[in-house]
């Protein structure tokens, strides 16, 4: 056997891989590697044998098989510490392999790709390579591995020091595992969505870290945020900060349903958010009067809360914003009057969001004890579903104007739900309450006498005729909601009663 250690290098990603292998040879290390990398090396004059020369075998099928061969698999996977593993490898002339540096092929960057084909998608599957690392991660007690050039630095330290101790090598098998774990889960999503599988036996998806957290939504709780790296709509994962202090767990769940709420809108809309749910909501044919009126809905419960537009900031919004305290400012882009503005308040965060993607469908993931829910995102709206007016009287104009608004709100407040709107602007919201005509009172209350002439939303049927009658005593004229109760016919009775326009949806926007 020889007496040099010997390190398998093979990598997609060549990132300081020259580097690393000339210090590894300055340590005694015999290096042997394949194809690209092989040739990196070899150009850069760094000594290296190919796997054919330890094989005694020729790579074939156009390099699909090379590595899966007991001389390199025996030296990954032989325990030096047991008698008979070293005298099967001495019997057999195969030299153990303490070292492997291995990266994949970019199956999620290929896929990633618009207009790539099946087959271009199954030739970046590597079998090789996730082959060499689990077995070099199995083996972690003697053998080294390492699948991100991150980790070169700090291995080469320690082989200068003498060994890699087992702790760091046990960490580092711990990444590889997550690596490959994480590069199968890409295959089985894209076969799963090839194969148009929705609710596969495994639900198999793989998320990457964007930054850890200083707590979850109370200071015992540890936290992390992390991104689906295919997904390719709007997201907070790919929004830029350009001031304030670090998101928190809170903040990301907050700015995340305000910019659910903003991308509802096509006209200038801002949508004030509180404890995820919206605290005010405005639209305009400007910006500034959009704020104006999403600020006047509850000026009290705005203190504190994230602010989402869907138009640049301009420097006269950005102005009115500065007068009272907000944790997060979203929106497509800054003017820099703005942001000369804003970045006054160094606490602000100031996150732009490109708007332009479209949004896809995608999946809502819920955690339960021990379990998942998969549902599919809930992005129906009125241009989805056949309206109906039941009552005697149609809604005027202004009216469905207000009911739309209602209606785009009230989808997005935790359920039992009720969302009054006048004039451009929500003026009532009642959320998560109990029982309906509960959440009916608070909007009412809040709504004041707003409600007079206003529109009333309901993301949930009525059981039964109260919650009408609180409207038509709160002054409401116009009632939107899906219907389908065995006693709509009571509800639609107190309408008329009242001279209440009500218009049936179809649909429910529970949400929980």
């Not at 290096?31 to 290296?48: H, I």
């Not at 350009?242 to 990301?252: C, F, T, V």
């Not at 992005?379 to 149609?394: F, G, I, K």
Request: proline share 4%; aromatic share 6%.
């Amino acid at each position: 056997m020889s007496q040099h250690k010997r390190a398998l290098l093979s990598v997609s990603n060549k990132e300081g891989i020259v580097a690393f292998a000339k210090q590894l040879v300055e340590q005694g290390y015999e290096l042997v590697s394949t194809g690209g990398t092989k040739r990196k090396l070899e150009e850069a004059g760094v000594p290296v044998a190919s796997v054919s020369d330890i094989t005694q075998f020729p790579e074939i099928l156009q390099g699909r098989v090379k590595t899966l061969h007991p001389h390199i698999h025996a030296g990954l996977l032989a325990q030096q510490d047991k008698e008979d593993h070293v005298k099967q490898l001495e019997d057999l002339g195969i030299n153990g392999i303490e070292l492997v540096v291995v990266n994949l092929y970019p199956f999620k960057e290929t896929i990633a790709k618009d207009g790539i084909t099946e087959e271009e998608a199954i030739e970046n599957i590597d079998i090789g390579g996730p082959t060499m690392l689990r077995a070099a991660a199995k083996n972690f007690q003697h053998v080294t591995v390492v699948v991100e050039p991150d980790h070169y630095e700090e291995v080469l330290s320690y082989i200068k020091e003498g060994e890699v101790p087992v702790t760091y090598r046990k960490q580092l098998a711990a990444r590889v595992f997550q690596h490959t774990a994480s590069y199968d889960a890409h295959i089985a999503g894209y076969f799963a969505e090839a194969v148009e599988d929705s609710a596969p036996e495994q639900y198999t998806r793989t998320y990457e870290r964007v930054q850890s957290l200083r707590y979850g939504e109370n200071p015992h709780q540890q936290a992390a945020f992390y991104q689906d790296p295919l997904y390719k709509g709007i997201s907070l994962a790919h929004a830029s900060q350009l001031n304030g202090k670090e998101l928190s767990y809170n903040n990301i769940q907050d700015a995340n349903a305000a910019l659910s709420m903003v991308l509802d809108f096509t006209e200038p809309a801002a949508i004030a958010v509180k404890h995820m749910n919206p605290c005010g909501v405005g639209t305009a044919d400007s910006l500034f009067g959009a704020y104006e009126r999403a600020y006047a809905a509850d000026p009290v419960s705005i203190f504190g809360g994230i602010v989402a537009v869907n138009r640049e900031l301009d420097g006269n919004t950005a102005e009115k914003m500065k007068e009272i305290f907000l944790e997060i400012i979203i929106a497509p882009s800054f003017s820099k009057e703005a942001l000369d503005i804003l970045t006054t308040k160094k606490n602000l965060r100031l996150l732009q969001v490109d708007m332009t993607k479209e949004q896809g469908a995608g999946q809502q993931l819920t955690s339960v004890r021990g379990g998942l829910l998969v549902q599919d995102v809930d992005e129906a709206s009125l241009e989805d579903v056949t309206t109906s007016v039941p009552t005697d009287r149609e809604p005027t104009e202004q009216e469905w104007q207000d009911l739309k608004l209602a209606w785009k709100v009230v989808k997005h407040v935790k359920s039992n739900a009720i969302v009054v709107a006048k004039g451009q602007q929500t003026v009532g919201v009642g959320a998560g309450q109990m029982n309906r005509v509960g959440a009916a009172k608070i909007a009412f209350e809040q709504a004041s006498d707003h409600s007079h002439g206003a529109a009333l939303a309901s993301d949930a049927f009525f059981p039964m005729p109260d919650t009408v009658e609180e409207a038509a005593k709160a002054g409401i004229t116009a009632i939107i909601q899906p219907g389908g109760s065995k006693r709509d016919q009571d509800s639609i009775d107190a309408c008329n009663e009242h001279g209440i326009t009500m218009v049936f949806t179809g649909m429910r926007h529970f949400k929980h």
